[in-house]
């Protein structure tokens, strides 16, 4: 790249690197968006098929989900990488609807081309496309329908609906029903849930029948000594972040021991100390002892003569979910351990699960920590089944929170875009197209709910519409019978999240590529990320088509 100065070329780049502008820059940035929206669309739905990943070194991922598709393969164009970014932020906020804000947004940059075509400029797009992001915003609230936090019905619908089209089909009521109830379990009395309180553990073999829910916790551990009780009935539980050892100098000293009676002593006080903990634990009353740190081996002779059953390097997290369960207090030293501090549950075990020794912390009253384990046939399935059960868990979390839900199967899609039409239509100028390509994209999911489904598009968009015209705003596509039903008596209910966030991170990644009309990639560099990208206003990226990447899977 170069300029001209009374017949001079000044170099500005570095050689090597490239440089594209306008046009091209546009339609080579949306056609790597495009691609990406192309690769996950096959999976949107009930109806939507699955993806074999494989990486480099071979092995491989069977998913449906949209976020973890695209984070598993190995996205290289910087404007497919902004929409990889769309699909992380919606898991981030929701933990649903990642394929389809991916999808809109594909769809928008589909649509902003047409008009592109017709010589709208990029910014009368653009300024649409907020506009009638914002209207989407303000629409949606107005569809939205008010549930109850404890209307356990409505959440194992939303558990359900989000579990559909994930390989769970056959046990999906037990699995909704293992949601709600850890759910409602873990939900804090200002109404706010945070599912990192649901532990998932999974193991391979048994049915997914077999899943099941621990009121309580499950550490994937074993007792440090096997003289210990295996089961603790009415347990105590003692919630250590301090070693279980002898004292170790804090400065570098170096003790001389001269004779063996010398020897003897040091050892002894070394005992005597660690003695003098385990009964300082025992004195608490505590009968279970969940160490964060290490425990050693005369502390564990004595843990062990002493009845308690112990368990060392638990992790931080588990130590915190621990606390909540069982209502006890993590305490940071030996000094610190008290008999009021001690958490309590029903019971304690050490128990074998698919081979392999866990302590159950069950029976545990009011525990706002909980835990679920799933089996499954194979680690492919107990995988998948382990992603849809946490995007279960999140949109649940989500309705107990902001207690909104709107109906499913593109029925929101379709009365947006409606709506959306009749708002273009008070606007002047230009920017009426902007909006009404806004409303046509977003039709893209009952569009792609019929496709996927082996229905036809057209036909079924044209049903959908007659039925919103005639005020029906709940009715969706019923993928199974082909045919518009009213989604919310079906059953088929999503969080309002799900959608505010799909439409605003779409609109804002479509109107974030359309604003780039000059891509300058330096020589070496494979292109800014798309954070370097979005603090420059845009700009940057690097020259690969998108041809070069996995877009047609
Ligand atoms: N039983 C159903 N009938 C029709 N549509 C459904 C049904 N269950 C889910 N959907 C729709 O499928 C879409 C979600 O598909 P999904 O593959 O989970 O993608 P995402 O990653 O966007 O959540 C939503 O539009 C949802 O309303
Ligand atoms: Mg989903």
């Known amino acids: 790249m170069s300029a001209q100065l009374g ?11 490239s440089r594209t502008r306008g046009r091209d820059a546009q339609s080579m940035n949306i056609a790597a968006a495009k691609a990406v929206a192309g690769a996950v669309r096959t999976t949107l739905g009930p109806k939507g098929m699955d993806k074999m990943l494989v990486d480099t070194i071979g092995d491989v991922v069977i998913t449906n989900d949209g976020v973890t598709i695209l984070k598993e393969m190995d996205i290289e164009h910087p404007a497919a990488k902004m929409m990889v970014e769309v699909a992380k932020t919606q898991d981030d906020e929701v933990g649903d609807g990642t394929t389809t804000a991916v999808v809109i947004a594909g769809e928008l940059l589909k649509k902003s081309e047409e008009l592109l075509e017709q010589d709208v400029h990029p910014t009368v797009i653009t300024l649409g496309y907020r506009q009638a992001a914002e209207k989407a915003q303000e629409l949606l609230q107005t569809i939205a329908v008010d549930v109850k936090a404890k209307d356990k019905e409505i959440l194992a619908k939303i558990a359900g609906t989000a579990m559909t089209g994930k390989n769970a089909e056959a046990s999906k009521e037990k699995l909704c029903d293992l949601i709600v109830r850890a759910i ?22 048994g049915a997914i029948e077999d899943s099941e829910i621990v009121e309580g916790m499950i550490i994937d551990k074993e007792r440090v000594h096997p003289g210990m009780p295996k089961t603790v009935k009415n347990a105590k539980i003692l919630l250590l972040n301090a070693a279980v050892e002898y004292k170790k100098t804090e400065v570098d000293a170096e003790i001389s021991i001269t004779s063996p009676d010398q020897l003897q002593l040091f050892l002894d006080e070394e005992e005597r100390m660690i003695k003098g903990i385990v009964e300082k634990i025992k004195a608490s009353g505590a009968n279970v002892l969940f160490c964060q740190k290490g425990i ?18 638990v992790k931080k997290s588990d130590m915190e979910k621990l606390a909540r369960a069982t209502g006890g207090a993590l305490i940071s030293s030996i000094d610190a351990i008290s008999a009021d501090e001690l958490g309590v549950a029903g019971l304690v075990e050490e128990r074998k699960v698919g081979g392999e020794e866990m302590i159950f912390v069950e029976k545990c009253k009011n525990p706002k ?19 849809a059960l946490e995007d279960a868990l999140r949109v649940v979390g989500v309705v107990v929170e902001d207690k909104k839900i709107v109906a499913g199967g593109g029925a929101p899609e379709v009365e947006l875009s409606l709506r959306l039409r009749e ?44 039925a919103h015209e005639k005020g029906k705003k709940t009715f969706g596509l019923d993928v199974f019978e082909g045919k518009p039903v009213d989604m919310l008596a079906a059953g088929v209910v999503e969080p309002l999240r799900v959608k505010t966030q799909a439409i605003a991170s779409a609109a804002e990644a479509a109107v974030m590529i359309l604003r780039i009309d000059d891509v300058i990639a330096s020589a070496k560099s494979a292109g800014p990320s798309p954070e370097e990208m979005a603090a420059m206003g845009g700009a940057g990226g690097m020259g690969g088509m998108p041809g070069g990447m996995p877009g047609m899977m």
């Open 7 to 17: 017949g001079q070329p000044i170099l500005i780049l570095k050689e090597g690197g």
């Open 184 to 205: 409602t379990l873990v939900a804090d009395a200002d109404g706010t849930v945070d599912t990192e309180n649901v532990k998932v553990e999974k193991r391979v073999g």
């Open 296 to 313: 050693d081996d005369i502390a564990q002779h004595y843990l062990s003569k002493a009845g308690i059953l112990a368990v060392r390097r």
């Open 369 to 387: 920590a909980v835990s679920i384990i799933i089996k499954g046939g194979t680690e492919h399935v107990v995988d998948e089944l382990g992603r």
């Open 423 to 466: 708002y273009a239509a008070t606007q002047g100028g230009r920017i009426q197209l902007a909006i009404e390509a806004f409303a046509s994209a977003l039709e893209v999911i009952p569009r792609t709910l019929a496709e996927n489904a082996g229905l036809d598009p057209i036909d079924k968009l044209v049903e959908l519409r007659a």
